[in-house]
Structure formats: C-alpha cells, structure tokens
C-alpha cells in the first residue's frame, strides 16, 4: 500500500485553497515512489514506462491557444 510519512504535518495542505504537490515521503512500504515534478515531466517526455501511454485530451484547448497565439504575426 502507498502511505505518506509524516502524514499529520501534510494535512494543513489538505484545505481546498492550500494546494501543494507531495515530492517526497511518499512510500510503498519500502521505498519512496514520490517523483518532483522534474522527474516526472523527464518521465513523460521519455515515455518511461507507465508514462509512455499519457493522454494530453484535456490540455488541448490550452495548446490550442498557445498554437493560435504562436502562428499570429508579430508587431513591432
């Protein structure tokens, strides 16, 4: 199973406001499983596996945009 240790210092990051990514403590008993989001995004850019199967549906309106701004001329 997957804990996080030292979860009762992780809980004032629980509130709807108070987003926060969990990097590290995070273990499966033995060992920590956590990745920083560095780590990750190498994970997805090298399609380690079980990264090498990520659906990016839901980010393409925002690529979308970022396309449309891209191809727009630049004024000086």
Request: glycine share 6%; charged share 30%.
């Given at each position: 199973?997957?804990?996080?240790?030292?979860?009762?210092?992780?809980?004032?990051?629980?509130?709807?406001?108070?987003?926060?990514?969990?990097?590290?403590?995070?273990?499966?008993?033995?060992?920590?499983?956590?990745?920083?989001?560095?780590?990750?995004?190498t994970n997805v850019l090298d399609k380690i596996p079980p990264?090498?199967?990520?659906?990016?549906?839901?980010?393409?309106?925002?690529?979308?945009?970022l396309k449309e701004v891209y191809d727009q001329p630049m004024?000086?």
């Amino acid at each position: 199973s997957i804990s996080i240790e030292n979860a009762d210092k992780v809980r004032k990051y629980l509130s709807n406001d108070k987003n926060k990514i969990i990097d590290s403590g995070v273990t499966d008993g033995s060992s920590n499983i956590a990745l920083t989001k560095n780590d990750f995004a190498t994970n997805v850019l090298d399609k380690i596996p079980p990264f090498d199967h990520v659906c990016f549906e839901g980010f393409k309106g925002v690529f979308d945009k970022l396309k449309e701004v891209y191809d727009q001329p630049m004024v000086l």
